[in-house]
């Protein structure tokens, strides 16, 4: 009997290792279990980080065509306007040159004194009719 209470001896104390043993395995687990799901979740926000940073790289890309095209928008409509500018200019020249002959070779207009040489001329205009008006009725009344 003695052999057989040491023998239940020996089986408990192995029980009761493997019981300590299992118990520390199971903590050992729960915790890499835990390292584990922070992992994943650290994985998961890394993945959303990442699409994130693809979605801004597309915009900015888009952006930057988008700033591409409105910067050649911008040297069209700044060459547009310089050649409305050129037109303008000669469109004075050629108005100036009716009035003064030496315009051709003015290297700008003066738009003030084109204004002025216009208003002189309109105002020679209704100088004359109202002289025209004046003959004509002296000659309805007169003869």
């Not at 057989?4 to 493997?18: G, P, R, S, V, Y």
């Not at 003066?110 to 002296?138: A, H, M």
């Amino acid at each position: 009997m003695a052999n057989k209470d040491h023998f239940i001896k020996t089986l408990e104390t192995n029980l009761t290792q493997n019981k300590q043993q299992l118990e520390k395995v199971n903590q050992e687990l729960t915790t890499e279990l835990k390292k584990n799901q922070e992992l994943t979740t650290k994985c998961q926000e890394i993945s959303q980080l990442e699409q994130a940073r693809l979605t801004l790289e597309a915009e900015a890309t888009r952006l930057q065509q988008e700033i591409k095209e409105l910067a050649q928008k911008n040297e069209k409509l700044i060459e547009d306007y310089h050649q409305t500018q050129t037109n303008h200019h000669e469109q004075l020249r050629k108005i100036n040159v009716l009035f003064d002959e030496n315009a051709v070779n003015y290297e700008t207009i003066d738009f003030n004194g084109l204004y002025s040489l216009l208003e002189k001329t309109r105002n020679n205009q209704q100088l004359t009719q109202q002289v025209l008006n004046q003959i004509d009725n002296y000659l309805e009344n007169n003869f």
